[in-house]
């Protein structure tokens, strides 16, 4: 079983930043694309930025320029540093991991619960 543990999110004015964290844990071989997701209020779920195992990442037009994914492949995390916050950026953000898992090598995702984050204008 591989779980996903998110943390960092809270409450914060425009123009501050936060820095999240998800962590996978359990039977894991190795890990492939790492991700974030949003999903605000009445809204369906966005991309906000992918990572692969050798670091090249990829944002939503969104974020660009003020969010940076960022992974650490000997712990199993993936970061989002956000910064300069909006409070369009309000939303319930999730991470999720490509597992490779050590039976017969095969890739499964998994998701974690999510962590809001909650930007005041």
């Known amino acids: 079983q591989v779980q996903l543990m998110e943390s960092g999110g809270g409450l914060v004015q425009a123009g501050g930043s936060l820095r999240l964290s998800c962590a996978a844990s359990?039977?894991?071989?190795?890990?492939?694309?790492m991700g974030w997701y949003r999903q605000a209020p009445g809204a369906q779920r966005e991309l906000v930025a992918t990572?692969?195992?050798?670091?090249?990442?990829n944002y939503a037009d969104s974020v660009k320029g003020r969010f940076t994914i960022s992974r650490d492949n000997a712990k199993n995390t993936v970061y989002l540093q956000m910064n300069n916050l909006k409070p369009e950026d309000t939303a319930d953000y999730s991470c999720?991991?490509?597992?490779?898992?050590?039976?017969?090598?095969?890739?499964?995702?998994?998701w974690g619960q999510g962590t809001q984050v909650t930007v005041s204008s």
């Open positions: 999720n991991s490509d597992v490779v898992l050590p039976v017969g090598g095969r890739i499964a995702t998994y």
């Open positions: 359990g039977r894991i071989l190795w890990i492939n694309d």
């Open positions: 990572i692969t195992r050798y670091g090249s990442a």
